[in-house]
C-alpha cells in the first residue's frame, strides 16, 4: 500500500474516535440532566426527535401482569416496562405516565395542538413515591407576563371581553375576561398570572407552561 494510502487509513481511524468520543460526552451530559436514573423509552425517545413539548403527567394504578423476561406486563392495559423494582405477578404497582404534545401555528395565528397518547416511563411500590417524583415534574407558580392587550366585542347587543397575553414559551394565548379585569388590565403593560410548568422527564430544562388562572 501506498504512503498516501496508509496516511488517509490514519486519519479515518483518527476521525471516528474522535466522533465516537463527542457522541460518549453527549451521552454522559443528558444523563445528568435527567430527573430519574432510569433509562429513556423508546416514545420519549420519538418525541424528543419529533420536536414535541412535555404536556401532562399522570399516576395510573395498577398490578403486575405476566414477567416477560427482564420486562413485566401491567394491568389492566397490558402495558410492557422494565422490571427494575423486582415485582411478582400480582403485586400493587403505581405508574408515571406521560404525555407529548405537537404544537404547531395555524396561518391565521392560533395554536394547533396534537397530543400523543399515554406512555408508561417508571413504575414506583407506593403512591406516595410516585406523588414525589410527580411534585417536581409538574410546578404550580406566579410569574410576570407581557400582555399584549385587552379589547372587547359585541354580538347581538351582547358585548364580551378578552385579555392577550405571551406565555413564557412565546406562545400568545387570549383569555375572556369581565369587565372589572378589563378596567384592570386596560392601562398595564405586565400581569402577574398562575402558571403550571410541565418538564421533561430526560431533559428537566425543557418545559412548558400553562395558564393557570389571574394571579
Known amino acids: 500500500m501506498s504512503r498516501a494510502g496508509k496516511l488517509g487509513r490514519r486519519i479515518s481511524g483518527f476521525m471516528l474516535l474522535v466522533l465516537l468520543a463527542g457522541l460518549l460526552l453527549t451521552a454522559c451530559e443528558s444523563d445528568q440532566k435527567s430527573v430519574f436514573s432510569s433509562q429513556a423509552n423508546v416514545a420519549t425517545e420519538q418525541a424528543a426527535a419529533d420536536n414535541s413539548i412535555p404536556w401532562d403527567y399522570r399516576i395510573v394504578q395498577g398490578k403486575v401482569g405476566d414477567l416477560v423476561g ?47 397518547s399515554w406512555n408508561a416511563i417508571k413504575s414506583y411500590k407506593t403512591e406516595a413515591s410516585a406523588k414525589d417524583d410527580l411534585a417536581k415534574l409538574k410546578v404550580s407558580l406566579q410569574t410576570e407576563v407581557p400582555l399584549v392587550g385587552v379589547y372587547k366585542t359585541s354580538y347581538q347587543g351582547k358585548s ?26 386596560k392601562s398595564l403593560k405586565n400581569v402577574m398570572v398562575n402558571v403550571e410548568e410541565v418538564h421533561d422527564y430526560l431533559d428537566y430544562d425543557l418545559a412548558y407552561a400553562k395558564f393557570r388562572g389571574w394571579a
Open 70 to 116: 427482564s420486562d413485566m406486563v401491567i394491568l389492566p392495559d397490558n402495558t410492557l416496562l422494565s422490571n427494575d423494582g423486582n415485582y411478582a405477578t400480582g403485586d400493587d404497582v403505581w405508574t408515571l405516565q406521560y404525555m407529548t404534545a405537537a404544537m404547531t401555528v395555524s396561518d391565521s395565528g392560533s395554536n394547533q395542538i396534537k397530543l400523543s
Open 160 to 185: 364580551r371581553d378578552f385579555a392577550v397575553i405571551t406565555l413564557p414559551s412565546g406562545n400568545q394565548l387570549k383569555q375572556p375576561i369581565d369587565d372589572k379585569r378589563y378596567e384592570k388590565l
